[in-house]
């Protein structure tokens, strides 16, 4: 599968741009799914699809009281983690001209 991993979020807030972003509970999803990639479905959980924000937090990324994010589901950030790490190590692999 080629496709970046998009947002699914619980809430969202208009930022000053007038552009959409995540809030509350933050799933990673691809577009073209039902469903986020730790298996939720999206109608039944009432989860917003934010196609044009990318799933790029890190397990070591720090949320602070202004964040509108809450929650980084765990489940969703290891799959995309290792999917970023398997990247890296094709690149890193990959013969040199
Ligand atoms: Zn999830």
Known sequence: MSSTPAVAASSEEVGADGVRQ?????????PGQNQTVCGLPLSRT???RFPHVPFDYAS?????QADPVGFIC????AATEGRRRQEKNWVRHSPRP
């Open 22 to 30: 995540p809030g509350g509970e933050v799933h990673a999803w691809l």
């Open 60 to 64: 070591t990324d720090v949320l602070t």
């Open 46 to 48: 009432r989860l917003r």
């Open 74 to 77: 765990p489940r969703c950030l």
